[in-house]
């Protein structure tokens, strides 16, 4: 029996394109199955692999494997599990062999951000020295846009994308309004160690004077007097201020703003909530009526306003990973190349997970303003191109018709329970 | 000079289509030239009228109009200001004639909620009594979709698509992930009298075991126990629990949830903020994980997921005020009439202002369920054609192109000025 299964995971938060990638490895593997039989997805991300709960995908129609590239979510279920390192924790990796081997999977796609990558390495190591070599690639996705040597992460194109079109929607909103209403305006967008997606709301407007007129990133220590004073200039100036600000907004020590000491009723930490401390900050020190939004996970699984480049580059990444497999290579990730060109054009490299694994991008330094507020000329050509095209998904009766697969589980063949 | 001129205000919070009720009155005023004069525009509502600062709308070109149709917030400014009874401030309804008279206004187009229907009715009363008669017609607008006699409100619609899409993408992602994440999901809405817009969340499921689980209306009052309860259930039985909750949310004594107590560092009353408070309950309560958003502006601006039947109806709306001042109707408002078939249809009807303004209409019971967390097949019949259809602005390099007019003044013809 030559002919190897191959097993795909998603890891980690789910996004709106995640499931594309899904469909380019199934669509890919069904278009190879003369040298890859059967394609097996975790229930719930890697815990369905070390809990042998397999799903089947090939009980899943054409058009329903089609219909992934316009799903938001994890189709067949994520998890937030980070293995440990071998040394601390040898038996989840010995049982994943072992449930690969009993379903005879040759070739392991993981579908995640970087702690997923540092895991596809180690199964790839692994397998080898337990005499079950195994084809380990891994397929990058993540949100936050933090993954090195790959020009950009899918996922992160359609965040980015929701946020600007957002900030640009509801900066319109408080401008028309603010002779007699909201002045300050702060919508909280994720990103806990990175600025990229608040980044991505400087898309909204070019201008000084155009919203957002305050981006607080991660990797700025927020201050809190130039802070206020950029408010009320912003306010003086432009009549209102819309203030963008990443979740891991921080100060110089490290201290995350939102966990700045907000008590409810009982006295436990409110937890959560940057954009109601911002809030209260202009209320109590400048006194101006204020609104705030938090995004949350509707920005991160907005399938109806997604990038059209986010989507191809996520189902393409998803087909390369089945054609690096087919080519022999292993404990690899394709990437995106950004082209040299003036005209933006994107392409498929390969890196090798030893250089990916546990480094984290951060926004560079010159993408950001001097004075900390907003984002530069080359952030602006970095960005733009991601939020390119939209790609609807179809309707009816008003809305969007995603699908949901039947998610038929495989047979056990083990005896052992392995609890996670 | 027979040829009146037209007034034209935007009041009250800014829709995701009041622009295309605007462009509705515009274009029809336009293609009346021989009756009708000029359109002015009330720069931010009704303010612009008592401060004599008006826009001239025939400088616009017909693109820039047209390009209303796609294009959210009040794209001449509005304003909450209410004019008080006749009474109490006679001065500001007779500065509004005398400014009306100084420009030759004839027609008093006023787009708005329940407070403007009866600011409208009141000008068109005095005027007469002044022996400046106007004509003035009130267009309804308002996301709470609380107006009287009209079958809908124009942006409502929209909000409500948003809501509904938002909440089935966030619980999609929620699904996906709570095997090992987050377990409860709470999206807090607009609403703070009537739950008309969380009421909307519930079309994005259809059985009991689909999202939303919760939903919290002000016109139910909230029961701590009961609503515990069935989080617990829920989460047992479906893996994860997905709450829609209208700001409005209260309690049997008419306290709103949003203001139950919580306090900053310095013990100031944290300001807004039910999701965070309901996430608090649940999390000290029952010890779920959480996570919570609140789209305040972003649902009423989002003109990138608006209803095709909501962007219709807006600007049939604006077309009509036009007709029906043309046939010298005066103190009434077009509204929408639903057809008696079984597919849905609507026609423009006229109302008497009279008998519109100051009455909330608030969701009737039988559109709730009976246990106060869900919504009836009554509800789902009544809502789910407001949603219907897409009307996607024009995008340009990734983000939709939305006009910005030019909103020159109206060179001023009164000595005197008026304090607002």
Request: charged share 25%; glycine share 10%; net charge positive.
């Amino acid at each position: 029996m030559s002919k190897k299964n191959a097993f795909y995971a998603q890891s980690g938060g789910v996004t709106a394109v995640i499931n594309a990638s899904a469909c380019g490895v199934i669509e890919t593997a069904r278009q190879n199955r003369d040298r890859i039989g059967k394609v097996y997805a975790g229930r719930n991300g890697i815990i369905g692999a070390l809990r042998e709960d397999l799903i089947d995908t090939s009980k899943e129609s054409k058009a329903a494997i089609r219909g992934l590239l316009n799903t938001p979510s994890g189709a067949f279920g994520s998890c937030r599990h980070k293995l440990k390192s071998l040394e601390d924790n040898r038996a989840e990796y010995e049982r994943l062999i072992e449930v690969f081997k009993a379903h005879n999977i040759g070739y392991f796609f993981y579908n995640g951000g970087g702690d997923s990558a540092d895991t596809c390495l180690k199964v790839s190591q692994l397998s080898e020295s337990m005499g079950y070599p195994l084809q380990a690639i891994h397929v990058p996705k993540t949100i936050d846009n933090d993954l090195p040597l790959t020009d950009n992460c899918p996922g992160f194109g359609s965040v980015a994308k929701y946020v600007a079109v957002s900030t640009m929607e509801a900066a319109m909103d408080v401008e028309s309004m603010c002779e007699t209403s909201t002045k300050v305006f702060i919508l909280e967008v994720m990103g806990r160690h990175a600025g990229w997606i608040a980044a991505a709301a400087g898309l909204a407007g070019e201008s000084r004077d155009e919203a957002p007129h305050i981006i607080l990133f991660p990797e700025i220590p927020f201050d809190h007097d130039k802070f206020l004073a950029r408010v009320q200039r912003t306010v003086k100036r432009c009549g209102y201020c819309v203030v963008v600000a990443s979740e891991g907004a921080q100060y110089k020590d490290g201290r995350f703003l939102a966990e700045s000491g907000l008590k409810d009723a009982f006295g436990h930490s409110q937890l959560g909530g940057l954009a109601p401390f911002l809030a209260a900050l202009v209320k109590d020190e400048l006194g101006y009526k204020y609104h705030w939004a938090v995004a949350d996970y509707l920005q991160r699984s907005a399938r109806h306003i997604a990038s059209q480049t986010d989507v191809d580059q996520a189902y393409a990444l998803g087909r390369a990973a089945v054609e690096f497999a087919l080519r022999g290579d292993n404990a690899v990730m394709p990437c995106i190349v950004r082209g040299k060109g003036k005209r933006y054009s994107w392409s498929i490299g390969e890196a090798r997970l030893q250089d990916v694994a546990n480094v984290e991008k951060k926004m560079p330094r010159n993408y950001i303003t001097r004075d900390g507020f907003g984002i530069t000329e080359a952030a602006r050509e970095y960005l733009a191109p991601l939020v390119a095209g939209e790609a609807y998904p179809p309707y009816r009766n008003g809305l969007p018709q995603y699908v949901r697969l039947k998610n038929v589980a495989v047979p056990r063949k083990l005896k052992k329970r392995f609890e996670v």
